[in-house]
């Protein structure tokens, strides 16, 4: 398509400098400058998949990336479906049903504990994220994840007061809602989102899954990269916080369930995802929240969007529910945040969707007396003694950060 060939051949960055547009560089020359092995594109437009492609000699359409907090849209979708299934409101109070848990220390003011909450990071929940788990290590279950009992590797997860039910973002809540739903049914979650998302929609090469090398098809996954040419982990990170983290899948399959989510919303007859459950899930619950996912406005229209960061796996998805059309963007890279941010804006701009305007700057030549004067190690105050250095090479700024 023309659109695929326009995002293929100038990948715009952040900040374009005005004279500069002709020397945009093209998607794989991008990668190569950023260090990622494997940038995966989806593209669906009115309510079909467009294309998709895999750049990267390594990889195709159907290889598998982990998509992160990606995970967390799909886990909701199948979530409240789970509630509706057995009559389990979203405001209801799930205490009784973690009652395997040190409650004091879950819960030390015995407050509420609901889906809708858990879902919108809006229940007072804590742990931000979750790094994951080596190749080979001892995996801990559900219960010692969210009790933070070895062989977890994470806080315990606690419930906060939060009367003002402010957003702060919780893959611990995730986890509440991932014990749940398995204490509940006595299926995994694995076992629960196949039966209840992933089957119905026909998202063959997708799993929750906890996936060893050993055990996968190493054609089938991509491997984890740190941006400097190293695999992370022995391969990839484990994320039993499967809730949270732990889906592996493939722009076109993610693509799909995007498809599905929007037009189940609207009512359309080719969705198989319930409308209360859609439209529960793209409900705003705080500023421009949804469950688990971002619902935003931009030139009076909506826009969906979520990203996700697991160890050597980024990535994002941006939808427009307006138009039936969708972009899933995965790497497998540290340093693939730049790749999919330039993926996206360069999509928005083939596709004329809604967007900020993009950022044009003049260059400015600089002598080697002023940038000797900025050459020196940068810090952040209480966070790093050495955030990044710059040196320079008498006509260009370079900087490095530590690994």
């Not at 009076?300 to 960061?309: H, N």
Request: a negative charge; hydrophobic letters at 35%.
């Amino acid at each position: 398509t023309s659109e695929k060939n326009q995002i293929e051949s100038a990948m715009i960055k952040v900040v374009t400098f005005k004279g500069e547009e002709d020397e945009r560089l093209t998607l794989p020359e991008r990668q190569a400058e950023l260090g990622v092995p494997i940038t995966s594109v989806a593209i669906a437009k009115n309510w079909k998949i467009q294309w998709a492609e895999s750049y990267g000699e390594s990889a195709n359409a159907n290889t598998r990336l982990q998509a992160a907090s990606l995970s967390k849209t799909i886990a909701s979708v199948g979530l409240i479906t789970l509630a509706e299934d057995l009559g389990v409101g979203l405001d209801d109070d799930l205490s009784n049903e973690l009652k395997q848990l040190d409650i004091t220390t879950l819960n030390p003011d015995n407050l509420p504990i609901n889906l809708r909450g858990l879902l919108s990071h809006t229940n007072g929940a804590t742990v931000g994220g979750y790094r994951g788990y080596p190749i080979g290590s001892n995996l801990p279950d559900s219960r010692q994840i969210v009790s933070g009992i070895p062989p977890a590797n994470s806080d315990p997860v606690t419930i906060m007061a939060n009367p003002q039910a402010e957003r702060r973002y919780s893959g611990g809540g995730y986890q509440i809602a991932q014990l749940w739903a398995e204490t509940v049914t006595g299926e995994s979650f694995e076992q629960l989102m196949q039966r209840l998302v992933m089957k119905p929609i026909g998202m063959t090469n997708s799993s929750f899954s906890i996936v060893e090398p050993d055990n996968a098809n190493s054609g089938d996954y991509a491997k984890a990269f740190d941006g400097y040419g190293n695999i992370i982990g022995g391969g990839w990170y484990l994320h039993p916080e499967q809730a949270a983290a732990g889906l592996w899948t493939t722009p076109t399959d993610y693509a799909t369930f995007v498809l599905h989510l929007m037009g189940a919303a609207q009512g359309r007859n080719d969705s198989v995802i319930r409308p209360s459950v859609a439209k529960e899930v793209l409900k705003p619950v705080i500023n421009e929240a949804g469950m688990g996912l971002g619902i935003q406005t931009r030139q009076g229209e909506m826009r969906l969007m979520k990203s996700g960061l697991n160890q050597g796996f980024i990535c994002t998805f941006m939808a427009f529910p307006e138009r039936g059309d969708v972009i899933v963007a995965m790497t497998n890279s540290k340093s693939g945040f730049p790749m999919v941010g330039d993926v996206n804006r360069t999509a928005n701009q083939a596709y004329g969707w809604p967007s900020s305007p993009l950022i044009f700057h003049n260059r400015i030549s600089v002598d080697e007396n002023e940038l000797s004067q900025l050459v020196g190690d940068y810090s952040v105050k209480g966070v790093a003694d050495i955030a990044f250095s710059l040196t320079h090479d008498g006509s260009t700024l370079i900087g490095t950060t530590p690994s």
